[in-house]
T-cell receptor, first 114, second 114 residues
Framework: AQSVTQPDIHITVSEGASLELRCNYS??????LFWYVQSPGQGLQLLLK??????LVQGIKGFEAEFKRSQSSFNLRKPSVHWSDAAEYFC????????????FGQGTELSVKP | DSGVTQTPKHLITATGQRVTLRCSPR?????VYWYQQSLDQGLQFLIQ???????AKGNILERFSAQQFPDLHSELNLSSLELGDSALYFC?????????????FGPGTRLLVL
């Protein structure tokens, strides 16, 4: 069965520190992977996506993610966190042989210390 | 702004009632998806429509139904509402059938059932 696991429910980092949010997926075919961010009271904004090609993908707001097939992972990174990055982050895998449904992880809430 | 619009933003109603949530996809997008975000279940796919036809179905209750109209807007109907239906309901859209495509999300409708 397809699934996405985000092991960290809540992470706190200091402003200016680096960030890595973990995501592991289970999918039987070539995965199409996404990271979305949800600010309080807001909708889901796409940060970046991986469909194929270069395993290191760049997104908006200075985020990047690396696809590692051997580890079934798609971790999100940012070299220097800003206070405005405080939000909830969702990793998702696209199940494309059944229409186009997204399966989401449980989310990681990021807090940023001044 | 993703270009996906949802109305209303907030909805408060009583148990046993029926409500309709509305979604307008991005210009030119033919697929509409509905997701439910709740504290206990997280983000879950409900249903997908492509050009007026049901394309994929997820964990959608029998009390819930959806349709997509010729102008491509979609409505999600929730009936016999229960307390547990309180959640944030998102609509998303993509250009075609959903395979290998990015879904862009609307701001959501927050439903509170009292």
């Amino acid at each position: 069965a397809q699934s996405v696991t985000q092991p960290d429910i809540h992470i706190t980092v200091s402003e200016g520190a680096s960030l890595e949010l973990r995501c592991n997926y289970s999918y039987g075919a070539t995965p199409y992977l996404f990271w979305y961010v949800q600010s309080p009271g807001q909708g889901l904004q796409l940060l970046l996506k991986y469909f194929s090609g270069d395993t290191l993908v760049q997104g908006i707001k200075g985020f990047e993610a690396e696809f590692k097939r051997s580890q079934s992972s798609f971790n999100l990174r940012k070299p220097s966190v800003h206070w405005s990055d405080a939000a909830e982050y969702f990793c998702a895998v696209l199940v494309y042989n059944q229409g186009g449904k997204l399966i989401f992880g449980q989310g990681t809430e990021l807090s940023v210390k001044p | 702004d993703s270009g996906v619009t949802q109305t209303p933003k907030h909805l408060i109603t009583a148990t046993g009632q029926r409500v309709t949530l509305r979604c307008s996809p991005r210009s030119g997008d033919l697929s509409v998806y509905w997701y439910q975000q709740s504290l206990d279940q997280g983000l879950q796919f409900l249903i997908q429509y492509y050009n007026g036809e049901e394309r994929a179905k997820g964990n959608i209750l029998e009390r819930f139904s959806a349709q997509q109209f010729p102008d491509l807007h979609s409505e999600l109907n929730l009936s016999s509402l229960e307390l547990g239906d309180s959640a944030l309901y998102f609509c998303a859209s993509s250009p075609q059938t959903g395979g290998q495509e990015t879904q862009y999300f609307g701001p959501g409708t927050r439903l509170l059932v009292l």
